[in-house]
């Protein structure tokens, strides 16, 4: 016997277990594939190489194919969208068109993930843009990654959602819903063995907020067991884009608390910070914004895409950093974020990146981390990084007495570590590094975010003012005070997860 990858041992003698595999073939279903195993004539005791697969295997072997569709809402989900797949067609090695730029140095590297191989040898995202106005997926259509997304996956209405939840989730929406899911079931039916969804909306947006809640209820109905990741656009505490976007935001929320496993929320007000303050970037347009959000989400979905010494799955996520279901909104933080002109003078070892990522200034969220406790944290490592500095840096970090976990949770760090090193879009603010880290943190500082909304709507409410609109696309006024209700009761839920276990009354209700 033989040691294999996987920790057990594998048979050596292959003239008794292959033509015993061929004859249980046809007994799960599958018809022998010629030359399926190609064992070496004289196999040598230390070859490690024992077992071959040919490059094209049946289903039936492919344990790896593990499929994510991404789904781009409303205006910022289509250019947050436009960031995302210019930076993996990079990261892969991709022209705009989806072709290989350089066959001879491709590896052996995670496409089928995020990209479906069509006959051509073209990879095509699996992807759909979702937007109830075409202005922004027309620039899609017509812009330099045209011929890169299949048509129909680009689905457009003919009138917007006027800031409006309702009618994003009611009226105008609903005419959408069906094409979309259509749309999405094809993709779903292309994949060997679909694993979840990443959604991209924003909360603030009538479509982000509205469609995107429709959205995400309908993918419970018909994809209950499939994992549901969102990237949200949180409303910012001083700056905003609508002035209903308290309402918006909070009846999104209450409405998809139940459908999503895992919440990264970005808020633009602390990225137009980052942009300004670590970028020197003065005046921020959305390209400078979601370039930067861009590399958070590789990062997170790098584990995914590439090898690794420790891979993260995207169960994995929900298991290490969700410990109660409506307890599901992670901070980002991601370093180094530093231009090209201070690249030369920053060292970026293991250890600085990760205690800068315990600092507010990298923070996705504006929320003071300090106020609050530690639940769970990932650490997803990219580039030149061993597993041993990635430890001691997490070590050290245990030692600070700044960073408190509650002690329901004592151990609480989750460690990844992608091989592969961050990429960097020609023209972008960032400098090009040779190792990244972005942590993913669930923690109670984050309920500062949600009583923050929970003011500023009850500032609204109290007067009734501009709930008019929303009425009058056939919502009742009592989902207002319903969702509000909803998230009353989440603040009350990270007020309590955050206490000692000794004044804890009961955490059984979760």
Same mark, same amino acid.
């Given at each position: 016997?033989?040691?294999?990858?996987?920790?057990?041992?594998?048979?050596?003698?292959?003239?008794?277990?292959?033509? +015993?595999?061929?004859?249980?073939?046809?007994?799960?279903?599958?018809?022998?594939?010629?030359?399926?195993?190609?064992?070496?004539?004289?196999?040598?005791?230390?070859?490690?190489?024992?077992?071959?697969?040919?490059?094209?295997?049946?289903?039936?072997?492919?344990?790896?194919?593990?499929?994510?569709?991404?789904?781009?809402v409303g205006q910022a989900g289509c250019?947050?969208?436009?960031?995302?797949?210019?930076?993996?067609?990079?990261?892969?090695?991709?022209?705009? /068109?989806?072709?290989?730029?350089?066959?001879?140095?491709?590896?052996?590297?995670?496409?089928?993930?995020?990209?479906?191989?069509?006959?051509?040898?073209?990879?095509?995202?699996?992807?759909?843009?979702? /937007?109830?106005?075409?202005?922004?997926?027309?620039?899609?259509?017509?812009?330099?990654?045209?011929?890169?997304?299949?048509?129909?996956?680009?689905?457009?209405?003919?009138?917007?959602?006027?800031?409006?939840?309702? &009618?994003?989730?009611?009226?105008?929406?609903?005419? $959408?819903?069906?094409?979309?899911?259509?749309?999405?079931?094809?993709?779903?039916?292309?994949?060997?063995?679909?694993?979840?969804?990443?959604?991209?909306?924003?909360?603030?947006?009538?479509?982000?907020?509205?469609?995107?809640?429709?959205?995400?209820? &309908?993918?419970?109905?018909?994809?209950?067991?499939?994992?549901?990741?969102?990237?949200?656009?949180?409303?910012?505490?001083?700056?905003?884009?609508?002035?209903?976007?308290?309402?918006?935001?909070?009846?999104?929320?209450?409405?998809? $608390?139940?459908?999503?496993?895992?919440?990264?929320?970005?808020?633009?007000?602390?990225?137009?910070?980052?942009?300004?303050?670590?970028?020197?970037?003065q005046s921020p347009g959305f390209t400078?914004?979601?370039?930067?959000?861009?590399?958070?989400?590789?990062?997170?979905?790098?584990?995914?895409?590439?090898?690794?010494?420790?891979? !993260?799955?995207?169960?994995?996520?929900?298991?290490? $950093?969700?410990?109660?279901?409506?307890?599901?909104?992670?901070?980002?933080?991601?370093?180094?974020?530093?231009?090209?002109?201070?690249?030369?003078?920053?060292?970026?070892?293991?250890?600085?990146?990760?205690?800068s990522c315990f600092e507010p200034n990298?923070?996705?969220?504006?929320?003071?981390?300090?106020?609050?406790?530690?639940?769970?944290?990932?650490?997803?490592?990219?580039?030149?990084?061993?597993?041993? /500095?990635?430890?001691?840096? !997490?070590?050290?970090?245990?030692?600070?007495?700044?960073?408190?976990?509650?002690?329901?949770?004592?151990?609480?760090?989750? $460690?990844?570590?992608?091989?592969?090193?961050?990429?960097?879009?020609?023209?972008?603010?960032?400098?090009?590094?040779?190792?990244?880290?972005?942590?993913?943190?669930?923690?109670?500082?984050?309920?500062?975010?949600?009583?923050?909304?929970?003011? +500023?709507?009850?500032?609204?409410?109290?007067?009734?003012?501009?709930?008019?609109?929303?009425?009058?696309?056939?919502?009742?006024?009592?989902?207002?005070?319903?969702?509000?209700?909803?998230?009353?009761?989440?603040?009350?839920?990270?007020?309590?997860?955050?206490?000692?276990?000794?004044?804890?009354?009961?955490?059984?209700?979760?």
């Amino acid at each position: 016997l033989k040691q294999s990858r996987y920790g057990g041992k594998a048979p050596v003698n292959f003239s008794t277990v292959v033509p +015993k595999i061929l004859q249980l073939l046809p007994s799960v279903g599958v018809s022998p594939v010629q030359k399926i195993f190609n064992p070496p004539s004289s196999l040598d005791q230390n070859s490690s190489n024992v077992l071959k697969f040919s490059s094209r295997q049946d289903p039936v072997f492919s344990s790896e194919m593990r499929e994510v569709i991404s789904l781009h809402v409303g205006q910022a989900g289509c250019q947050l969208g436009n960031a995302c797949w210019e930076l993996y067609t990079l990261e892969h090695g991709l022209s705009p /068109d989806g072709r290989i730029v350089n066959p001879s140095s491709r590896g052996d590297e995670g496409f089928s993930t995020f990209f479906s191989e069509t006959g051509s040898g073209k990879y095509v995202p699996r992807s759909v843009y979702i /937007d109830l106005e075409p202005n922004v997926v027309d620039e899609v259509r017509t812009g330099t990654y045209r011929s890169l997304f299949h048509p129909e996956t680009l689905v457009t209405g003919k009138e917007d959602a006027a800031n409006n939840y309702a &009618r994003g989730h009611y009226t105008v929406g609903k005419e $959408l819903i069906d094409v979309s899911m259509d749309r999405i079931r094809r993709l779903a039916d292309n994949c060997t063995g679909l694993q979840g969804f990443f959604v991209f909306h924003s909360f603030g947006g009538g479509t982000g907020s509205g469609f995107g809640a429709l959205l995400l209820e &309908r993918l419970s109905a018909d994809y209950g067991k499939k994992s549901k990741l969102e990237f949200a656009v949180y409303p910012a505490p001083k700056m905003s884009s609508s002035v209903v976007e308290p309402y918006n935001s909070v009846l999104t929320t209450h409405t998809t $608390l139940e459908h999503v496993d895992c919440s990264f929320m970005v808020d633009n007000e602390a990225i137009y910070d980052i942009c300004r303050k670590n970028l020197g970037v003065q005046s921020p347009g959305f390209t400078n914004l979601n370039r930067l959000i861009a590399q958070v989400v590789s990062s997170v979905t790098a584990s995914l895409r590439f090898d690794g010494s420790l891979n !993260v799955d995207l169960n994995e996520f929900q298991t290490n $950093l969700v410990p109660f279901p409506r307890i599901h909104f992670p901070l980002a933080t991601y370093a180094p974020i530093i231009s090209a002109e201070k690249a030369h003078h920053e060292s970026n070892s293991v250890a600085e990146m990760t205690m800068s990522c315990f600092e507010p200034n990298n923070q996705m969220v504006k929320c003071d981390t300090r106020q609050g406790r530690y639940m769970s944290c990932a650490m997803l490592y990219r580039g030149d990084v061993v597993p041993r /500095d990635a430890n001691a840096a !997490v070590a050290t970090i245990k030692t600070k007495r700044s960073i408190q976990f509650v002690d329901w949770c004592p151990t609480g760090f989750k $460690l990844g570590i992608c091989n592969e090193p961050p990429a960097c879009v020609p023209g972008s603010d960032t400098a090009k590094v040779s190792r990244s880290l972005c942590m993913l943190s669930n923690t109670t500082a984050i309920a500062a975010a949600w009583s923050r909304l929970d003011h +500023k709507f009850d500032l609204l409410y109290s007067k009734r003012a501009f709930v008019h609109w929303y009425v009058g696309e056939g919502m009742e006024e009592g989902e207002f005070s319903e969702a509000r209700e909803d998230l009353a009761a989440l603040e009350k839920d990270y007020e309590e997860v955050g206490l000692d276990g000794g004044d804890e009354e009961d955490l059984g209700e979760y």
